[in-house]
């Protein structure tokens, strides 16, 4: 069994279905992709992956156990850290400030109390943020705010990371760095489940994609089966393989700019 299991979870609100059926994995020592547009079920996955929403059907399960009734704060003891796509540092606080409250958070609930300010500063230093430690944190960039969020996540030392749009106000060498941070990661045996808009970067790091539309998974597979696949393609670039070429110039232009949000999985709009 994969370190994360997601099995057939349905999510209801009311008479709407945010989640239908979704299955998928996540593996220790791997990037995994979950991609779609807004309103696809993303965000909700990973409520219910973390505990913060109960599914209505389904279970969720982590390193063989099923965690679909587990407390939030249970399943962070375990292993399963988060960051979330509203930032959420304390902004009165210094960027190391904010790293050492988690920190000892974590470290006082394993007893290690003595570890201490040379472990937030190599965190700082891994994420590449070290130059903005003594900052007060509502007044760096939003880039630098993200990557923030992520070393307070790893100072629980989580085995699963669940990042939500983890890219976001990154610049394009940033965004390259934090790349290669994933991987690195990844080969310390983090797994890695990440909620993504930016195509280049799922493209490059992930090992494994899977792809919500409308709640369901449609698709599954590597970056370059998940780049060719027909259903895919229809649902995100508004044509198929076997779509007539006017259709497909016609799914380039600014309408699909507007409810599109996953264009560049098979080419940017002209």
């Known amino acids: 069994m994969s370190l994360l299991e997601v099995d057939h979870v349905v999510v209801q609100f009311g008479g709407v279905t945010a989640v239908n059926e979704a299955a998928f994995s996540a593996d220790a020592g791997r990037v995994t992709g979950l991609i779609g547009p807004n309103g696809a079920g993303k965000t909700t996955c990973f409520n219910v992956i973390s505990g913060l929403q109960k599914p209505t059907r389904g279970k969720v399960w982590y390193d063989g ?8 704060h249970r399943r962070s003891k375990r292993g399963i850290g988060r960051t979330f796509q509203r930032l959420e540092a304390f902004g009165s606080l210094t960027v190391r400030e904010n790293v050492r409250v988690a920190h000892d958070i974590a470290a006082g609930s394993r007893g290690l109390l003595h570890r201490g300010a040379r472990d937030v500063d190599i965190l700082l230093e891994r994420v590449g943020i070290a130059a903005y430690a003594e900052e007060r944190a509502d007044s760096i960039p939003t880039g630098t705010a993200r990557l923030l969020e ?29 790349g290669e941070l994933l991987r690195d990661l990844a ?9 993504e808009h930016d195509m280049d970067l799922v493209m490059a790091v992930c090992d494994e994609i899977h792809v919500l539309d409308f709640g369901s998974v449609i698709a599954s ?7 060719t696949d027909p259903l895919v393609q229809k649902a995100y670039l508004g044509y198929s393989d076997d779509a007539p070429e006017p259709a497909r110039r016609a799914a380039t232009g600014d309408e699909m700019d507007q409810t599109m949000v996953m264009a560049p999985i098979g080419g940017t709009p002209s």
């Open 65 to 72: 156990k099923n965690i679909s009734r587990v407390p939030v």
């Open 150 to 178: 992520l070393a307070r996540c790893l100072a629980s030392e989580p085995r699963l990371l669940l990042l939500d749009e983890p890219s976001s106000g990154l610049d394009e060498t940033e965004t390259d760095a934090f």
């Open 187 to 195: 080969a310390d045996g983090v797994g890695i489940l990440m909620v």
């Open 221 to 227: 597979g590597t970056p370059g089966q998940i780049r």
